[in-house]
């Protein structure tokens, strides 16, 4: 299935590369690099290249593409599920999945994917599992290995494999027995300049960290279950008892999983925190143009806005800004054309603005296009689609836990279009993770 992968930074620096099948060139991925040159933003990459004699598959995840290389007709999407695994998998070894940490960790990099792929299909993504493979990196075990050569690869096959259960090692057993769950909820959302939503849908993840001795049997239930659509559950899951009771029970992976995710398509369950009042205008005579822009709350349900940031991508006339802001700071880059505000906390009593006259190329005609407005921003203690966690409850087990789940709010990009017929040639999306501390 998969014959190659290629991680390659923001910059277009190829910096690993692994081969199954086949080694295949690295000019393949000149096809990808003229996709991201057209692309605004690295998250506009088309997911899916075709060129003569290949298929490349990308995702990007922390400042890295991650590119495989198909030569048949797959299912994209189960391509693109498993380069998610192989950078969680990373994330999970080493702390975090960026380009330094595998660098410099490069052969256990290798010998992961090589257990994760078997002549190019998918073997081991399980996490407790690879780690029965694969020692997880530390101080002591890498000075162990340099002096005596020795590598991080186990001796003996992981108890999970032989067993009913392969997404469970056998024999945990932990001092501290917990199980901690958070509600990551992301909103897809378009609003004019009005402020009028377009478009909003939510796309939700609950992530797990479950830490107990034995063989647990889990039961989670919801307040209002029957929010959720499109539901996709980890392979723990009893699928059927969820259609039967909408219940999720199963026996957990030992350590870092997603136990599942949905899609909440009811547009009326969604709410857009902020509103933007913006007029950006060039004028006819002269090099020079105006801008204006305030930032309130909308629906925060009492809860403060932070990490407020707004991001306008300017027309290529534009050579400087001289601006004003009454909070926070902006930096506009002449190079990429992009304005950057960063405001921080949003004050309801005292909104923020920014304000000021923009310079133009001498010479140029006014720009056609209007600009369109990204913001990010994180809301403590706010769940947006209303999804509530019940109680989990435990059996098999004689011990008591400790429980607890977590709706954190953490946005990505909001977007502000001036327009509705600019919308087939852009993409939008509004991150929105939820998180309010529940102890069961």
């Known amino acids: 299935m998969i014959h190659s ?27 990808f690099f003229e996709a991201r040159e057209k692309a605004v933003e690295p998250d506009n990459v088309p997911p899916v290249i075709r060129t003569p004699h290949h298929y490349l598959i990308n995702i990007y995840r922390e400042k890295i593409f991650f590119v495989s290389v198909i030569q048949t007709e797959v299912p994209p999407l189960f391509v693109i599920e498993f380069l998610h695994r192989v950078a ?26 090589e257990e994760m792929l078997d002549n190019g299909f998918p073997l081991a993504t399980e996490s407790n599992i690879l780690k029965e493979l694969i020692r997880p990196p530390t101080i002591l075990r890498s000075m162990v290995n340099t002096i005596t050569g020795s590598s991080n690869v186990g001796e003996t096959l992981p108890t999970g494999q032989l067993s009913t259960i392969p997404w469970r090692r056998a024999g945990v057993k932990y001092t501290n027995n917990e199980a901690y769950f958070d509600v990551v909820e992301e909103i897809d959302a378009i609003l004019d300049k009005s402020g009028t939503t377009v478009f909003a849908e939510i796309q939700g993840v609950i992530d797990a960290c479950v830490k107990l001795s034995g063989m647990p049997d889990l039961t989670l239930s919801f307040m209002n279950p029957r929010l959720l659509d499109d539901v996709s559950f980890h392979p723990c899951v009893r699928y059927k008892r969820w259609e039967s009771e909408r219940v999720i029970s199963f026996v957990p992976p030992d350590g870092n999983f997603q136990l599942m995710s949905y899609h909440i398509s009811a547009q009326n369950l969604v709410a857009i925190p902020v509103y933007v009042k913006q007029n950006i205008s060039f004028f006819e005579t002269g ?44 930096n506009y880059d002449p190079v990429t054309k992009i304005l950057v505000w960063d405001i921080g906390k949003l004050n309801p009593q005292k909104l923020p603005n920014l304000k000021g006259s923009l310079s133009l190329q001498s010479g140029a005609p006014k720009p056609e296009e209007n600009p369109s407005l990204n913001i990010d921003l994180k809301i403590q203690q706010l769940a947006i689609s209303g999804l509530k966690v019940n109680r989990l409850d435990m059996y098999g087990e004689k011990y008591k836990p400790f429980k607890g789940v977590k709706y954190v709010t953490k946005a990505g990009k ?27």
Request: glycine share 6%; proline share 2%; charged share 20%.
């Open 5 to 31: 992968l290629f991680l390659i930074n923001n910059a277009g620096d190829l910096f690993l590369e692994k081969h199954w099948k086949s080694v295949i060139s690295r000019s393949v991925c000149d096809y």
């Open 88 to 113: 969680e998998t990373f994330q999970d070894y080493f702390g975090e999945c960026s380009e330094s940490t595998i660098k410099d960790n490069v052969v256990i990099v290798y010998e992961l994917l």
């Open 287 to 330: 090099s020079s143009g105006r801008l204006d822009i305030t930032v309130g709350p909308k629906q925060t349900m009492g809860k403060t806005v932070e990490g407020l940031v707004v991001t306008v991508h300017m027309p290529k006339v534009v050579l400087s800004a001289n601006l004003n802001a009454t909070q926070g700071t902006y």
């Open 414 to 440: 909001f977007q502000f279009i001036r327009s509705a017929i600019f919308l087939s040639d852009k993409s939008y999306r509004i991150a929105t993770l939820c998180t309010i501390s529940l102890i069961f």
